[in-house]
């Protein structure tokens, strides 16, 4: 509750994030499911604040199969997905956000060039990759 508390008091400003364990139930997460632990009053901040939903709807993050990690955020295009293939032990699932526009963008061209001075070192490199490849080191 006092996560939840804490929560409703922030006044987000541009391209905020916020998420965590709730605990909150509530039928806009988790269709079907009666509002619980503060989940109508996390709710109402959400929607009076413009920090929107950006989890998976209806889609559990915990074991005993309910929505109560959840995530907001009022940065365009953001969303946490639900990854139960990254187990990391817990009774909760993992959870990943991706932030549009962050991070290293991929590089479209891969490839190498190398000049006809540095043919020879270049040979070498890989001749010597080659011979160690098959190599066990124990």
């Known amino acids: 509750m006092a996560m939840i508390n804490y929560t409703i008091g922030i006044i987000p400003g541009p391209r905020t994030l916020v ?13 079907g499911v009666l509002s619980a632990t503060q989940g109508a009053t996390l709710s109402n901040w959400s929607q009076d604040t413009g920090m929107d939903f950006i989890g998976e709807v209806g889609i559990p993050t915990h074991r005993a199969g309910h929505v109560i990690d959840l995530t907001f955020s009022n940065i365009p295009f953001t969303e946490t997905a639900v990854r139960r293939d990254m187990d990391c032990g817990s009774d909760h699932y993992t959870q990943v956000t991706t932030i549009p ?19 020879y070192t270049f040979a070498s490199l890989i001749e010597s990759g080659a011979d160690s490849a098959g190599q066990s080191t124990a």
């Open 19 to 31: 998420g965590g364990d709730f605990n909150a139930k509530h039928d806009i997460y988790e269709p």
């Open 101 to 119: 526009g962050r991070g290293t963008p991929p590089n479209k061209r891969v490839g190498y060039r190398v000049t006809e001075d540095g043919l």
